[in-house]
Structures are given as structure tokens and as C-alpha cells.
Nanobody, 125 residues
Framework: QVQLAESGGGSVQAGGSLRLSCLVSGYSVNSACTGWFRQVPGKEREGVAAIRENIGHTYHANPVRGRFSISQDNAKNTVYLQMNSLKPEDAGMYYC??????????????????WGPGTQVTVSS
């Protein structure tokens, strides 16, 4: 059974940093695609970043490129999202999920599955 569990959310001031973790069980992160998404009330869930480390590919959405970085630790079967230079518009519930390799770079929520419960990120101005 595939399960994902996010952690690391919290409250920071604008310009600050957070590192989110996605602990995966039921499959090896080194053999699949894992992505990060975020959602705020009243808006659709949006893709943030995804990774296929076995082929050396990472994907970052335009709003976060240069500020966020996705990575993974195969020994811990965990995928991370390092978030720097946070802005108030980065606030929301952050989720991780899996996708087939061919869908990884789409960052489309409909292509991902096995969603975790999420971790809340708050950014104050």
C-alpha cells in the first residue's frame, strides 16, 4: 500500500525559508515520480515541483523557479521541498503525490495520485 506523509510546514515571515518533507512508503522514490502541490481555499490545486531522480530530472513551476528546490534522499525514501525567499502568495496547504514517469513533468494534479494529508505553510508579510 502506497502512503505519503508530509511534514515541515509552519509559519514564517516573508523572505524566510522552510523545508518540507514527504515520507514515502510502499514504493521506492528512486524508481518513480514524486511531486509537490499546493492549494489555498477557493482555488484549484497547483503543481509546484516534481522529481524523477533516476533520470536526473526535476521540474519546477514558474512561480517558484529559482526559489524552491525539490530533492530526495533515497536511503530515507523521502522527497524534500526546500523553499527559500518565501512570499505571502506561497502560503497554502502543501501536498505530495506520485505519478507515472511520463506524467511527471506535467505538474498536473489530475495526473498524480496517492495524496498525503498535507502540511500547512503560512507566510506573513
Amino acid at each position: 500500500q502506497v502512503q505519503l506523509a508530509e511534514s515541515g510546514g509552519g509559519s514564517v515571515q516573508a523572505g524566510g525559508s522552510l523545508r518540507l518533507s514527504c515520507l514515502v512508503s510502499g514504493y521506492s522514490v528512486n524508481s518513480a515520480c514524486t511531486g509537490w502541490f499546493r492549494q489555498v481555499p477557493g482555488k484549484e490545486r497547483e503543481g509546484v515541483a516534481a522529481i524523477r531522480e533516476n533520470i536526473g530530472h526535476t521540474y519546477h513551476a514558474n512561480p517558484v523557479r529559482g526559489r524552491f528546490s525539490i530533492s530526495q534522499d533515497n536511503a530515507k525514501n523521502t522527497v524534500y521541498l526546500q523553499m527559500n525567499s518565501l512570499k505571502p502568495e506561497d502560503a497554502g496547504m502543501y501536498y505530495c503525490a506520485t505519478a507515472s514517469p511520463v506524467a511527471c513533468g506535467t505538474l498536473l494534479p489530475g495526473q498524480f495520485r496517492n495524496w498525503g494529508p498535507g502540511t500547512q505553510v503560512t507566510v506573513s508579510s
